[in-house]
Nanobody, 126 residues
Framework: QVQLVESGGGLVRTGGSLRLSCAVS????????MAWFRQAPGKEREFVAA???????RYQQSVTGRFIISRDNAKNSVSLQMNSLKPEDTAVYYC????????????????????WGQGAQVTVSS
């Protein structure tokens, strides 16, 4: 079965950095878009970043220039480097695998992602 295991969450101060990692087992995801979403208490799950199978990235405007999504095909994983963190970045972060292979434009819709990580808490103090 396909499983996504996240790591790297934690507590940081405003302006700090964290790196989230998501290791996938059960499926080689080289040809699938990968994405990160986040969800704060009482809010809807929000798109953060995605990487298509050609490694073209797209970001939510609020994180553009601060976050970088990347994949390591050798490790079958995806990462999210988060820099210049702000309190509003506080949320549970989820990695996900697209349901469809070879999608040229990575979708930003949670419904289109078939598999999800368990979530990693990121807390940014002011």
């Amino acid at each position: 079965q396909v499983q996504l295991v996240e790591s790297g969450g934690g507590l940081v101060r405003t302006g700090g950095s964290l790196r989230l990692s998501c290791a996938v087992s059960g499926r080689t995801v080289t040809n699938y878009a990968m994405a990160w979403f986040r969800q704060a208490p009482g809010k809807e799950r929000e798109f953060v970043a995605a990487l298509n199978f050609q490694n073209s990235a797209r970001y939510q405007q609020s994180v553009t220039g601060r976050f970088i999504i990347s994949r390591d095909n050798a490790k079958n994983s995806v990462s999210l480097q988060m820099n210049s963190l702000k309190p509003e970045d506080t949320a549970v972060y989820y990695c996900a695998v697209d349901e469809q292979a070879f999608r040229e434009i990575a979708t930003t819709k949670p419904f289109d992602y078939a598999y999800w990580g368990q979530g990693a808490q990121v807390t940014v103090s002011s």
